[in-house]
């Protein structure tokens, strides 16, 4: 294909909580961006008058682009699973962008993450590198729980595969991760990762945690559990959070062996980056590899922490330009 590389391509990134959009081109064979703002959800009624927002605020306007969206995308369409927001190639057409296609957010990161710097990749254990002909994988809590995963050939093939990883049902580890399913179980018939391991995840694992105890709890912001827990790590949010950060390790484990990502295990979202120091000194890596038989296998794979802000935008440039670019 024959990507013309003087376009101007919108790229965005849509969960649901915050809506970031940038303007992509492409510079020596890597995305760049250039005009990000960035927005809360709940700033415009709907997700066609954001984008208009951001497209008349651009002196040069996008031709077509690719929009990264928190959720599954079926034909061209999707009501985001954490959001009110309904978003449709169809609707965003009328905005003057045409090709325009709709991605799942982990599929763009998953795209996006090798080619994040190092310097914007937090280190959590494992080798300096994993397998460069395998595939990796990307997941992580924010609003809710995404999960997907970069398949190679080994021919310098690449294939990213969204999934809806973050849905399948939550794997105690120990018996007080028995008694916090048991305790979930009386609020949903179903208890997946993402009941556990997001933002609202947390809260119901404090409360479930603080049941167990046998004490109170008045706590219904899950920003102060973590932030407590920063400033006290032996506090009851702290004990919250260092269980948070184990169960964390262990459903990336269980990813790592499901989608055999030797290349690597990369954690996205907006939680892990803001307790980065707490996450590195935390179980995570040791319920990471805490695999039975495959324990050697699990450490031979690095884990790490995206940093970088935009590795969404990023990968929905490489899409841009690889699908619509040319």
């Given at each position: 294909?024959?990507?013309?590389?003087?376009?101007?391509?919108?790229?965005?990134?849509?969960?649901?909580t915050?809506?970031?959009?940038a303007?992509?081109?492409m510079?020596?064979?890597k995305?760049?961006?250039?005009?990000?703002?960035?927005?809360?959800?709940?700033?415009?009624?709907?997700?066609?008058?954001?984008?208009?927002?951001?497209?008349?605020?651009?002196?040069?306007?996008?031709?077509?682009?690719?929009?990264?969206?928190?959720?599954?995308?079926?034909d061209?369409?999707?009501?985001?699973?954490?959001?009110?927001w309904?978003?449709?190639?169809s609707?965003?057409?009328?905005?003057?962008?045409?090709?325009?296609?709709?991605?799942?957010?982990?599929?763009a990161?998953?795209?996006g993450?090798?080619?994040?710097?190092?310097?914007?990749?937090?280190?959590?254990?494992?080798?300096?590198?994993?397998?460069?002909d395998?595939?990796?994988?990307?997941?992580?809590p924010?609003?809710?729980?995404?999960?997907?995963?970069?398949?190679?050939?080994?021919?310098?093939?690449?294939m990213?595969?969204?999934?809806e990883?973050?849905?399948a049902?939550f794997?105690p580890?120990?018996?007080v991760?028995?008694?916090?399913l048991?305790?979930l179980?009386?609020?949903?018939?179903?208890?997946?990762?993402?009941?556990?391991?997001?933002?609202?995840?947390l809260?119901n694992m404090h409360?479930a945690?603080?049941?167990?105890d046998g004490?109170?709890t008045?706590?219904?912001?899950?920003?102060?559990?973590?932030?407590?827990?920063?400033?006290?790590?032996?506090?009851?949010?702290?004990?919250?959070l260092?269980?948070?950060?184990a169960?964390?390790?262990?459903?990336?484990?269980?990813?790592?062996l499901?989608?055999?990502?030797?290349?690597?295990?990369?954690?996205?979202?907006?939680?892990?980056p803001?307790?980065?120091?707490?996450l590195?000194?935390?179980?995570?890596?040791?319920r990471f590899e805490?695999?039975?038989?495959?324990?050697?296998?699990?450490?031979a794979i690095?884990t790490?922490?995206?940093?970088?802000?935009?590795?969404?935008?990023?990968?929905?440039?490489?899409?841009?330009?690889?699908d619509?670019g040319?």
């Amino acid at each position: 294909m024959t990507i013309a590389w003087d376009k101007t391509l919108l790229v965005g990134d849509v969960g649901g909580t915050n809506a970031r959009f940038a303007l992509a081109h492409m510079a020596n064979g890597k995305p760049t961006l250039e005009h990000h703002d960035s927005f809360p959800a709940e700033t415009y009624p709907t997700f066609l008058e954001g984008v208009k927002a951001f497209i008349d605020g651009c002196e040069v306007k996008p031709t077509g682009g690719v929009i990264a969206v928190a959720g599954p995308v079926t034909d061209g369409e999707i009501d985001l699973t954490n959001s009110p927001w309904r978003v449709s190639e169809s609707e965003l057409q009328t905005l003057g962008l045409n090709p325009v296609r709709l991605i799942n957010d982990f599929e763009a990161l998953a795209w996006g993450a090798p080619v994040v710097g190092a310097d914007q990749l937090g280190d959590l254990g494992g080798p300096e590198e994993g397998d460069p002909d395998s595939a990796i994988a990307v997941l992580g809590p924010g609003t809710g729980f995404g999960v997907s995963a970069l398949v190679r050939d080994g021919r310098g093939g690449e294939m990213a595969m969204p999934s809806e990883g973050g849905h399948a049902c939550f794997p105690p580890g120990d018996e007080v991760e028995d008694e916090i399913l048991r305790i979930l179980r009386r609020r949903y018939d179903r208890v997946s990762i993402e009941r556990l391991i997001c933002g609202p995840g947390l809260l119901n694992m404090h409360r479930a945690l603080a049941e167990i105890d046998g004490r109170e709890t008045h706590i219904d912001d899950p920003a102060e559990i973590t932030k407590t827990a920063l400033a006290d790590p032996d506090s009851p949010c702290g004990h919250t959070l260092a269980r948070f950060c184990a169960i964390l390790g262990a459903v990336a484990g269980d990813i790592a062996l499901t989608t055999g990502a030797r290349g690597g295990v990369y954690i996205a979202g907006g939680i892990a980056p803001r307790i980065l120091p707490f996450l590195q000194a935390s179980p995570f890596r040791r319920r990471f590899e805490r695999k039975g038989r495959f324990q050697e296998y699990m450490q031979a794979i690095p884990t790490r922490v995206i940093l970088h802000k935009h590795a969404a935008l990023l990968g929905a440039a490489r899409v841009a330009f690889a699908d619509i670019g040319g």
